[in-house]
T-cell receptor, first 112, second 115 residues
């Protein structure tokens, strides 16, 4: 079993829809939870991060962490075609420091 | 800053040939990571360096893979001999220790095809 599980999709939604992307993890030592966005033929870019449990909002994006369930989510409101990308969750390694463990990514397509 | 720079962007090589991928991290970053990305396995960490010293190479799949960081501004990932199953996108990323993994900066990747 992988340390981080993420549904690969693809997920296709109409413009304006609310999108929910999720990851589960097994290592209770993870402390920082990140979402990266990767456009086609580009490297991943950090979208937002959360420390421990709770919510964080940034514009149309909301990240949620439930450490008791080992479950994290990214919500996108009023989705736009420009949001079409692969979204990868990532978590701070068990030993802390700078090592991240990534999910496999969910491919999202927002259609006009 | 130009960001993390990787070269080449694309590489097509024949099975058995040596392949060298190159990476220039962001100036001042003290961590450098090499990842491999495939559809089936996602992003896999191959090796990472801290202050030019390899810290964890447990993700390197076989002895055919080797990585070096001779100085703070340059790293290479070498595959010798290459095999078709090595075909993937290889990413280099760098970060600062004080960021605690909150923000890697990735390069644009090298798309490797071994035929």
């Amino acid at each position: 079993q992988k340390e981080v599980e993420q549904d690969p999709g693809p997920l296709s939604v109409p413009e304006g829809a609310i999108v929910s992307l999720n990851c589960t993890y097994s290592n209770s030592a993870f402390q920082y939870f990140m979402w990266y966005r990767q456009y086609s033929r580009k490297g991943p870019e950090l979208l937002m991060y959360t420390y421990s449990s709770g919510n964080k909002e940034d514009g149309r994006f909301t990240a949620q962490v439930d450490k008791s369930s080992k479950y994290i989510s990214l919500f996108i409101r009023d989705s736009q075609p420009s949001d079409s990308a692969t979204y990868l969750c990532a978590m701070n390694g068990p030993g802390g420091g700078n090592k991240l463990t990534f999910g496999t990514g969910t491919q999202l397509k927002v259609e006009l | 800053d130009a960001g993390v720079i990787q070269s080449p962007r694309h590489e097509v090589t024949e099975m058995g040939q040596e392949v060298t991928l190159r990476c220039k991290p962001i100036s001042g970053h003290d961590y450098l990571f090499w990842y491999r990305q495939t559809m089936m396995r996602g992003l896999e960490l191959l090796i990472y360096f801290n202050n030019n010293v390899p810290i964890d190479d447990s993700g390197m799949p076989e002895d055919r893979f080797s990585a070096k960081m001779p100085n703070a501004s340059f790293s290479t990932l070498k595959i010798q001999p290459s095999e078709p199953r090595d075909s993937a996108v290889y990413f280099c990323a760098s970060s600062l220790l004080r960021d605690r993994g909150l923000g890697y900066t990735f390069g644009s990747g090298t798309r490797l095809t071994v035929v």
